[in-house]
């Protein structure tokens, strides 16, 4: 009888699994959203980090906006947030960015980051996502966040530290997975994974805008051998942007204009749309 009452708590429960995902579009973050998802967890939001300067040392900079994409696709709100990429202020500035949203608010996203000067070019008011998209679904405040870090502890340690300072938990449900079998299971499980930029010996043009598969993988995995690089990408010798994935409705079709340095390339991708 114990163990039942134990179980049956649905308000307790339902609270603790209340969930932010920092989403960049890519395949680690994309995999932490359906891990939270497999555990019923309610995820309020998809935050995505927008950085308006030249890099950043904790966030991908390429592609980003496909997270929106990603989102409407599945119903979950987007939460976009442009900081500077200043490694002495991005946290802060997420952290001052996410405290309302973590605490409990109606506020809509336009609300919430009005003073920022980006914030007409990154969300204009014909930006096709649902009127429901612009707002957090209740107002019950945040438990945790989950973020896709694979490798970095520069990154989860930062984001563990923000967290503890926001008073949530930091889950960090893929963290040192095994290089190979991670992009394994992504692949086998429909993930949709497309290389948008390419920084390492040993990958030419022709992967800028490859979409993986068994076999390109199996390539991939031979090169990252012969000229000893990470098959997961985790050392920046590429980012990626999902565009398809179990938990999705549907798919975002690009289109995109390849261009290479002779050194490294990159996908300019002009046109998105969920299909």
């Given at each position: 009888m114990l163990h039942?009452?134990?179980?049956?708590?649905?308000?307790?429960?339902?609270?603790?699994?209340?969930?932010?995902?920092?989403?960049?579009?890519?395949?680690?973050?994309?995999?932490?959203?359906?891990?939270?998802?497999l555990r019923g967890?309610?995820?309020?939001?998809?935050?995505?980090?927008?950085?308006?300067?030249?890099?950043?040392?904790?966030?991908?900079?390429?592609?980003?906006?496909?997270?929106?994409?990603?989102?409407?696709?599945?119903?979950?709100?987007?939460?976009?947030?442009?900081?500077?990429?200043?490694?002495?202020?991005?946290?802060?500035?997420?952290?001052?960015?996410?405290?309302?949203?973590?605490?409990?608010?109606?506020?809509?996203?336009?609300?919430?980051?009005?003073?920022?000067?980006?914030?007409?070019?990154?969300?204009?008011?014909?930006?096709?996502?649902?009127?429901?998209?612009?707002?957090?679904?209740?107002?019950?405040?945040?438990?945790?966040?989950?973020?896709?870090?694979?490798?970095?502890?520069?990154?989860?340690?930062?984001?563990?530290?923000?967290?503890?300072?926001?008073?949530?938990?930091?889950?960090?449900?893929?963290?040192?997975?095994?290089?190979?079998?991670?992009?394994?299971?992504?692949?086998?499980?429909?993930?949709?994974?497309?290389?948008?930029?390419?920084?390492?010996?040993?990958?030419?043009?022709?992967?800028?805008?490859?979409?993986?598969?068994?076999?390109?993988?199996?390539?991939?995995?031979?090169?990252?051998?012969?000229?000893?690089?990470?098959?997961?990408?985790?050392?920046?010798?590429?980012?990626?942007?999902?565009?398809?994935?179990?938990?999705?409705?549907?798919?975002?079709?690009?289109?995109?204009?390849?261009?290479?340095?002779?050194?490294?390339?990159?996908?300019?991708?002009?046109?998105?749309?969920?299909?």
């Open positions: 039942l009452r134990l179980i049956y708590r649905p308000k307790a429960l339902r609270h603790f699994v209340r969930v932010l995902i920092l989403g960049s579009g890519g395949k680690d973050s994309s995999y932490a959203i359906w891990w939270a998802m967890w309610d995820v309020a939001g998809i935050v995505t980090v927008q950085i308006t300067g030249s890099d950043s040392m904790t966030f991908q900079l390429p592609t980003t906006s496909i997270a929106g994409l990603q989102a409407a696709s599945a119903k979950i709100p987007w939460l976009p947030i442009p900081i500077t990429g200043n490694p002495d202020s991005e946290m802060g500035d997420l952290k001052n960015a996410l405290e309302g949203i973590i605490q409990g608010s109606s506020k809509q996203r336009s609300e919430i980051w009005s003073s920022s000067e980006k914030s007409e070019a990154m969300w204009p008011e014909t930006w096709p996502w649902p009127d429901d998209l612009n707002r957090l679904r209740p107002r019950e405040p945040i438990d945790a966040i989950v973020v896709g870090a694979l490798r970095s502890d520069y990154q989860k340690t930062r984001v563990e530290r923000m967290c503890q300072e926001l008073g949530v938990i930091s889950y960090t449900p893929i963290w040192h997975n095994d290089s190979h079998q991670h992009m394994v299971d992504l692949i086998e499980h429909g993930f949709s994974i497309m290389m948008t930029s390419i920084t390492t010996d040993g990958l030419g043009k022709e992967w800028v805008g490859k979409i993986l598969t068994d076999e390109s993988f199996r390539k991939l995995s031979k090169l990252a051998d012969d000229f000893r690089f990470n098959v997961d990408g985790e050392g920046g010798e590429y980012e990626t942007a999902v565009l398809s994935a179990p938990w999705m409705d549907r798919e975002i079709a690009t289109k995109f204009t390849a261009h290479w340095t002779g050194m490294r390339g990159w996908a300019d991708i002009w046109s998105a749309e969920l299909i």
